[in-house]
């Protein structure tokens, strides 16, 4: 079966780095998603990787390893409103995206 | 109207009706989803659509149907409404179904079925 892992949820401080990390098993793979949603609402896109590597975009960044069937998404200098939650989706073989349960982000000021 | 919308915000519906869930998209999107949102799980596809005229069965179609008369347009209907299918609903859309194509999402409709 496909299964996408992320942690349940995470603590960080204000101002602080987090990394939240996420492994996947899917039946092909044509890229990897991140999405945040803020309680109550819809998520919204964040980045997409397809090669391995880093890709940075301001205070968030995304790698991905094919090899490992692992990502990580890192959250620098943390801010109040980064709380939320934040989803992992992979693109299988039929284009469809598979989706992690998402990843809630408390932040401490 | 910009980007996607969502009727109704959210219902609440007694079991055994029939509902649907509209959505409606202005950015000329080729691709429409419909997905459903429950605590502790991540998001299920339930039908989609390529382009106009066509619509696919995603990870959990039972109970649900769909319909894609133009390109805007992607209604859910729930012929035959069950206290399972309370959930967060959620229409999205993109440009292409496939590549680097991020897809876009309404706002949600929240239906409790008694």
């Known amino acids: 079966g496909q299964n996408i892992d992320q942690p349940t949820e995470m603590t960080a401080t204000e101002g602080a780095i987090v990394q939240i990390n996420c492994t996947y098993q899917?039946?092909?793979?044509?890229?990897l998603f991140w999405y945040q949603q803020h309680a109550g609402e819809a998520p919204t896109f964040l980045s997409y990787n397809v090669l391995d590597g880093l890709e940075e975009k301001g205070r968030f960044s995304s790698f991905l390893s094919r090899s490992k069937g692992y990502s990580y998404l890192l959250l620098k200098e943390l801010q109040m409103k980064d709380s939320a939650s934040y989803l992992c989706a992979v693109r299988d073989s039929n284009y469809q995206l598979i989706w992690g349960a998402g990843t809630k982000l408390i932040i401490n000021p | 109207i910009a980007g996607i919308t969502q009727a109704p915000t959210s219902q609440i519906l007694a079991a055994g009706r029939r509902m649907t869930l509209r959505c409606t998209q202005d950015m000329r999107h080729n691709a429409m989803y419909w997905y459903r949102q429950d605590l502790g799980l991540g998001l299920r596809l339930i039908h989609y659509?390529?382009?106009?005229?066509?619509?696919g069965k995603g990870e959990v179609p039972d109970g649900y149907s769909v319909s894609r008369a133009n390109t805007d347009d992607f209604p859910l209907t729930l012929a035959s409404a069950v206290p399972s299918q309370t959930s967060v609903y959620f229409c999205?859309?993109?440009?292409?179904?496939?590549?680097?194509?991020?897809?876009?999402f309404g706002p949600g409709t929240r239906l409790t079925v008694l």
């Open positions: 659509s390529n382009t106009a005229g066509t619509t």
């Open positions: 899917t039946s092909g793979f044509n890229g």
């Open positions: 999205a859309s993109s440009v292409l179904p496939s590549g680097t194509d991020t897809q876009y």
